[in-house]
């Protein structure tokens, strides 16, 4: 069976909204059966159904569930699901949603009795608990048996093509029961001597991976580590992430790496997904509306502050107002980063270079926009079209990249988020102005990419609010 993750996905919105509508006219009808006759708008069920409360209700009611189900991160996901989190997640999000339309529409029901407005509490909450909790019980059970009878899998790689590929390759598929992966080649990422023959499957070379896993439906990769050594392993995995599916590596690759694992256990065989970052999906959706929204006001509310900036920046030196340049962000994806521009716009004639301090390209408004990091605020834009979040690791030119990663391989796990604007090590660091102050500054990120919450997103945002305000920007 083919994966489609889009089906899936769509699968369980359906069912939940389906759901949800039922649930919210059961609570109708039960409250019209509840509540006394006399404080009702109508005489019969039939009048109460076409009420506008009622109609309005069943329109509004079921999408704001559905939208606080995708804030808590549940459509993430949609495979390997556990039933104990379908249970968990729809008891809260049913409970929250609860409250808010008991405070919203019925506190003011005519009715006076307390004991009342408690049942009817417990009722809409079983209204939007039970259909709900049952469409998903029934979708994650379907799915689950159809990974475990193999029915469902997902085509995957093997990134090499030795013998210790091969072992890997079939521990994997030997015990792998119940996680869905369907191993279906290897690639060979330096022109190694096995055959096909050798291997028992198709061997592709690396150059062609994207087309492969194009026309193959792969859904995943497995890294075997390079023959040659770790420094070669890890530049081979910086080649993966732009593909932007999970990449699963062994404890023992990782230890050498620098962060805390996240194992899914494989019938007995470890692997680690380093594509993404240790956050949960609820934390990554909140992170994401919040640079929506804060990103969409802040180009609002600076519109003054850009057309006063921008007056200065034509009369103190010759050139355009914005500079953009290329920079490598979410899974090593390039894009045009855009800044107030602050150097002459002969800067790098000579080629890529580092700024400091006291560098002479740097416009004499130039240095004021930096010490403020008035530079930095078209970012903004970036943050609303999704190539940057407010907090993250600073993106770097993929010249730098290159240069960062020969001396420090796992700089490349700095792609499992978005770039920021500001971040732990632009805080705790701030420019750097070399290639060594780069890999410093680095430990900073990865701690971040450690701990992605929030609470940590909000502590950095205030931080960098600090160092505006009182100009400790370089």
């Not at 180009?299 to 050139?319: E, Q, T, W």
Request: with cysteine; hydrophobic share 40%; aromatic share 10%.
């Amino acid at each position: 069976m083919v994966i489609n993750k889009t089906k899936q996905r769509l699968t369980y919105v359906t069912g939940d909204y389906v759901m949800l509508l039922v649930g919210w006219t059961l609570f109708a009808i039960l409250r019209y059966r509840v509540v006394p006759s006399e404080t009702m708008d109508a005489d019969t069920l039939e009048q109460f159904l076409k009420l506008p409360g009622f109609i309005g209700g069943i329109i509004v009611y079921p999408l704001a569930m559905l939208g606080m189900y995708w804030m808590s991160g549940y459509y993430n996901y949609v495979y390997f699901k556990s039933r104990l989190h379908d249970v968990g997640n729809t008891v809260l999000i049913s409970f929250i949603g609860t409250l808010l339309i008991f405070f919203v529409a019925l506190i003011n029901d005519a009715h006076s009795e307390r004991m009342l407005s408690y049942e009817l509490l417990v009722i809409l909450w079983l209204c939007l608990f039970v259909p709900v909790i049952a469409s998903r019980l029934i979708i994650t059970s379907r799915t689950s048996r159809l990974i475990k009878s193999h029915r469902l899998e997902f085509n995957t790689l093997v990134i090499g093509a030795t013998q210790g590929a091969r072992k890997l390759a079939e521990k994997i598929s030997r015990r792998t029961r119940g996680m869905g992966f369907r191993i279906i080649g290897y690639v060979d990422t330096d022109r190694g001597d096995l055959t096909c023959r050798d291997l028992d499957l198709p061997i592709y070379h690396i150059d062609d991976l994207e087309k492969v896993c194009s026309e193959n439906n792969v859904r995943r990769l497995i890294v075997s580590p390079h023959r040659s050594g770790f420094k070669e392993t890890s530049q081979l995995i910086s080649r993966l992430f732009p593909l932007d599916m999970p990449i699963y590596i062994t404890p023992d690759l990782y230890s050498l790496i620098v962060t805390q694992p996240r194992i899914a256990d494989v019938a007995g065989e470890p692997l680690i997904d380093i594509s993404r970052a240790h956050a949960s999906a609820a934390t990554v959706n909140c992170k994401r509306l919040g640079d929506i929204v804060i990103s969409a006001i802040s180009l609002v509310l600076l519109m003054p502050v850009f057309l006063v900036l921008s007056i200065a920046i034509k009369r103190d030196s010759r050139g355009p107002v914005f500079y953009k340049q290329e920079r490598i962000g979410y899974h090593k994806r390039p894009f045009n980063i855009y800044k107030f521009r602050t150097m002459t716009i002969d800067a790098e004639s000579e080629g890529p270079a580092l700024s400091s301090l006291d560098d002479p390209r740097i416009t004499r408004l130039g240095h004021y926009m930096r010490k403020y990091r008035l530079d930095e605020l078209p970012q903004f834009w970036n943050v609303l079209k999704g190539d940057m979040s407010i907090v993250g690791p600073r993106p770097e030119r993929d010249y730098y990249i290159k240069q960062i990663v020969a001396r420090v391989p796992y700089y490349n796990l700095i792609h499992q988020v978005r770039p920021g604007i500001t971040s732990w090590g632009m805080v705790k660091f701030g420019y750097a102005s070399s290639v060594d102050q780069m890999i410093e500054r680095l430990r900073y990120d990865l701690l971040y990419i450690d701990n992605v919450s929030l609470n940590v997103d909000l502590k950095i945002i205030l931080y960098t609010v600090n160092t505006v305000i009182t100009g400790k920007g370089v």
